[in-house]
């Protein structure tokens, strides 16, 4: 629960800046022109345009600069984009708005993958533990310890209790006999 809790104040972060603005000015554009295309030809730019603002995202998360994915997925997206304008579903201001919207989604990425890969997390190491190793099996024993201590007590105060079960601890028990 913890990591899906820092993943979204981690994602909430980036969720106002020009990347995200650009990815929600471009599906704005795809849905204006929605009704002009096929219904497999709105599946593919809305899944391409989201795949592409995943591995962003993804990129962002593992401080990566590019992947084989990303670049497959830009070619697809451009693709789409082609042959939209090939079969004239579409005007050809509507096309290169899509382009644009889509480079400059890209162009964002590209700044907050920069600007977040120059800035490398540091690794927190405890020398003191390093140093001394032994601390490691101090806390261990004591571990131990406490939980042998708290076995024998639990044993010797549940060891005085009674579990004789007679009638006139249970006066119901006589009523229900006699009937």
């Known amino acids: 629960m ?13 969720a106002s800046t020009n990347f995200t603005k650009s990815y929600e000015n471009l599906e704005t554009a795809i849905d204006q022109i929605s009704q002009k295309i096929t219904l497999k030809e709105k599946i593919s730019l809305y899944y391409l345009s989201l795949a592409t603002h995943d591995e962003i995202y993804r990129l962002l ?6 992947s084989p994915k990303l670049q ?5 997206m451009l693709q789409t984009i082609a042959h939209l304008q090939e079969n004239n579903k579409i005007t050809l ?16 990425a590209k700044k907050l993958l920069h600007t977040t890969t120059e800035i490398k997390t540091p690794q927190i190491i405890s020398k003191d533990v390093e140093q001394t190793p032994y601390i490691k099996y101090i806390l261990m024993g004591f571990t131990l310890l406490f939980m042998f201590i708290s076995s024998v007590l639990t044993y010797l105060l549940y060891k005085t209790r009674t579990n004789d079960v007679k009638k006139d601890n249970f006066p119901m028990i006589d009523a229900i006999v006699k009937h």
Do not use: P, W
């Not at 201001?93 to 964002?108: C, D, G, P």
């Open 2 to 14: 913890k990591i899906v809790i820092l993943i979204f104040l981690y994602l909430n972060a980036f």
């Open 61 to 66: 998360y593992k401080h990566e600069d590019s």
């Open 72 to 76: 497959i997925t830009k070619k697809k």
């Open 93 to 108: 201001q509507q096309v290169t708005q899509l382009r644009n919207l889509y480079a400059n989604m890209n162009h964002e």
